[in-house]
T-cell receptor, first 113, second 114 residues
Framework: AQTVTQSQPEMSVQEAETVTLSCTYD???????LFWYKQPPSRQMILVIRQEAYKQQNATENRFSVNFQKAAKSFSLKISDSQLGDTAMYFC??????????FGAGTRLTVKP | GAGVSQSPSNKVTEKGKDVELRCDPISGHTALYWYRQSLGQGLEFLIYFQGNSAPDKSGLPSDRFSAERTGGSVSTLTIQRTQQEDSAVYLC????????????FGPGTRLLVL
């Protein structure tokens, strides 16, 4: 069974600093897809970044980047130059190409002014 | 273009009543998903529609839950004889159809069963 673990229920960071959110997953598949979604208080889930497992290069989207370690089954999210608007729940998700996207329990991130 | 929309945004009902939740996916998206998010929890997969294929209902928690998708577009999630444990946010997502495609989420319906 595929599972996704986010070991940090809550984190906080000072504005303009860098924070890393952890995610590990368990799978026997070789080809799959990993996602980070952000859910602000408005409830709207927004895709932050995605990574295809067959790509060795870590995905980057502006201030957001991932550290994808396939052998360790680790997929952490780094947020640089944190902004107040980054305050949200962050969910790591895994999909190996079936209907069942598995989500972690989430990390609540608070950016402090 | 417009994103995924859901209605109502909030629903309060009494235990034992039936409720219907609606999802309008992004135009042209052939895949549609329903998830349930309980307070402080991650997302629980409920059901998946892809085009005209039979839906994957493997995530539905009981036979009180059902969903339809008419004309390959709008979907309705129905919960019959609601229970207090059904209280949650119900999220809908759509994608372009390939299973590895990014899912785009609606704002959800917050259901409270008294």
């Amino acid at each position: 069974a595929q599972t996704v673990t986010q070991s940090q229920p809550e984190m906080s960071v000072q504005e303009a600093e860098t924070v890393t959110l952890s995610c590990t997953y368990d799978t026997s598949e070789n080809n799959y897809y990993l996602f980070w979604y952000k859910q602000p208080p408005s409830r709207q889930m927004i895709l932050v970044i995605r990574q295809e497992a067959y790509k060795q290069q870590n995905a980057t989207e502006n201030r957001f980047s991932v550290n994808f370690q396939k052998a360790a089954k680790s997929f952490s999210l780094k947020i640089s130059d944190s902004q107040l608007g980054d305050t949200a729940m962050y969910f790591c998700a895994f999909n190996h190409g079936n209907n069942d996207m598995r989500f972690g329990a989430g990390t609540r991130l608070t950016v402090k002014p | 273009g417009a994103g995924v929309s859901q209605s109502p945004s909030n629903k309060v009902t009494e235990k034992g009543k039936d409720v219907e939740l609606r999802c309008d996916p992004i135009s042209g998206h052939t895949a549609l998903y329903w998830y349930r998010q309980s307070l402080g929890q991650g997302l629980e997969f409920l059901i998946y529609f892809q085009g005209n294929s039979a839906p994957d209902k493997s995530g539905l928690p009981s036979d009180r839950f059902s969903a339809e998708r008419t004309g390959g577009s709008v979907s309705t999630l129905t919960i019959q004889r609601t229970q207090q444990e059904d209280s949650a946010v119900y999220l809908c997502a759509s994608s372009r159809g390939q299973l590895q495609e990014t899912q785009y989420f609606g704002p959800g319906t917050r259901l409270l069963v008294l």
